[in-house]
């Protein structure tokens, strides 16, 4: 299990550690005074730190199968709610309710750096819960105690900046997942001049930023990634933009993955952004479609078959609807997060990405969404409740017109064999 530790003085390692971090455990729920609670936490996470994966996960489900709700206190709670469905009566069974391990997680949190050996945690469990579902209760557990410790109010949006730290700018190159940062000297095109870099922290990771935007000031909407990533000696900055593209957002932390919080920096970005450039009209994305090519396989069609439009293969998938446009849901997790955040989907760019993750994603398709403060309340509603998606004229009629239309397909030389992507990292969903 590696998780982080600060440098603790040791005893002898343990002949039994699987048997010594349970005893911790035990020790650390039965602690009552503070100090005792926050050295016994530190030991525990020392302890769990030296465990090896097999240990670890023999560990996970010792937990699971031992330190669930009391069930005689649950049994009785339950039986006095029935008789008295009352409030007092409510919150017992709630309490009652409660595995034990998650006030263990609660008092692990004490520990130095705590936060981050449970956020560790819970990314281990994400990729061993296909093979052990078992598992599925303890990490249901973490999602639970994560998303109250990292909810908005805890939140803080910093610009990220060439003078930001050393470290800080490293995780960005490290973490960017939607456009590889090909070393500093592309990072620094990212950062300076029309370019902007805003990024979610919490007190108790602060060197790391959550998730981070990477924007592009502009005076058009852009339809295609390569003049975005340019170097500064080869593009000309806008004297007075008037658009805002936000062309990549990624995740540092796979153990917030499902936790909600892109929504709030897009909108608090925007907020900023107008206040530092009033010239700003329209806030846009151009945004990859990871989805696409597997659907298409799935489906047995190709965009590079003669009588299809792409475009409108592409607008049916984003948004779920049927070959004869009947409405559906969503399929791509980049588009249902921009389309829950009230945007619109705006408009679909061929020939958008032609790197060779581009390609193998979506044969090069890139698409917009448009952030429309006025739209964004209402926008949201229809999607949550009806799973309406908001869509521009030009994308209803390609959803709403005939199946076949004349088109030819044709894409730069990387198409002529589809390419295996890189080894993704995690992109915002």
Known sequence: ???????????????????????????????????????????????????????????????????????????????????????????????????????????????????RH?????????????????????????????????????????PITWDSPARLLERLIAHEAVHNIAGWSDLRGRLEGDRRCYGFFHPALPDTPLIFVEVALTDHVSEAIAPLLDHPSSRT???????????????????LRGLQFGNFLIKQIVADLKAEFPTLTTFATLSPIPGLVRWLDAGGRSLSREGDDPRRLCALYLTGSAPDGTPG????????????????????????DVSPKGIAQSEGMMVNYVYREQDLVANHERFAQHGHVARSREVAALIDGPAASPWRWTLPWAHAHRLSPPQEKQPCQ
């Open 1 to 115: 299990m590696r998780l982080n530790v600060p440098f603790l003085p040791r005893k002898a390692a343990h002949r039994d550690p699987l048997g010594e971090a349970q005893r911790l455990s035990l020790g650390l729920l039965e602690s009552c005074g503070e100090t005792q609670g926050t050295l016994t936490a530190t030991r525990l996470a020392a302890a769990l730190a030296s465990l090896d994966d097999e240990t670890a996960q023999a560990y996970d489900l010792w937990l699971v199968d031992k330190l669930g709700p009391d069930a005689a206190m649950l049994g009785a709670s339950i039986e006095r709610w029935l008789e008295r469905p009352d409030a007092a009566h409510a919150a017992q069974l709630t309490r009652s309710a409660e595995p034990r391990r998650q006030e263990l997680l609660r008092r692990v949190n004490t520990a130095p750096c705590g936060t």
């Open 118 to 158: 449970l956020v560790d945690w819970r990314a281990r469990l994400l990729r061993q819960l296909a093979q052990c579902p078992a598992l599925a209760p303890l990490e249901a557990d973490l999602r639970h105690l994560l998303a109250s410790w990292f909810n908005r109010g805890f939140l803080t949006l910093r």
């Open 237 to 255: 900055a806008p004297d007075r933009p008037s658009t805002a593209i936000f062309y990549s957002i990624s995740n540092c932390e796979p153990g």
């Open 329 to 352: 849901r969503p399929r791509d997790p980049v588009a249902a997060f921009h389309l829950g955040n009230g945007a619109e989907l705006w408009r679909i760019n061929p020939h958008a």
